[in-house]
């Protein structure tokens, strides 16, 4: 089992930058793989950005390229996405998913075997 904790979510203004950070305990975290997620409100959770488990492999939505950076540091045992230019439609909870099923692909949600509770961002006007 593996436990996975998100936090650094808050409220901002629109132009703002925060960075959350995601650990993961219960098995070695370089064996991870890892992605950030979220949920707007009233709507689905949605793909946000991945990173591979050596780093080497970066994968982000339309909506997050240009904006945001996914990065881990496997000493450390974390896992960051740095947001920048917050705009109010980046208002979601956001969520923290490691550890890929064998084969499953990292923009798909029900390929990550563990969730954090998510940690929630609100960016005013």
């Known amino acids: 089992q593996v436990e996975v904790v998100e936090s650094g979510g808050g409220l901002v203004q629109a132009g703002a930058s925060l960075t959350l950070s995601c650990t993961a305990s219960?098995?070695?975290?370089?064996?991870?793989?890892m992605g950030w997620w979220r949920r707007p409100p009233g709507k689905e959770r949605e793909f946000v950005a991945a990173i591979s488990l050596g780093g080497f492999q970066i994968f982000y939505s339309d909506s997050a390229k240009g904006r945001f950076t996914i990065s881990r540091d496997n000493a450390k045992k974390v896992m960051y996405l740095q947001m920048n230019s917050l705009e109010p439609d980046d208002t979601a909870v956001y969520y923290c998913?490691?550890?890929?099923?064998?084969?499953?692909?990292?923009?798909?949600?029900?390929?990550?075997?563990?969730w954090g509770q998510g940690t929630q961002v609100t960016v005013s006007v």
């Open positions: 219960g098995r070695s975290f370089s064996n991870l793989h």
């Open positions: 998913a490691a550890d890929l099923v064998a084969g499953g692909q990292f923009t798909q949600q029900w390929d990550y075997v563990f």
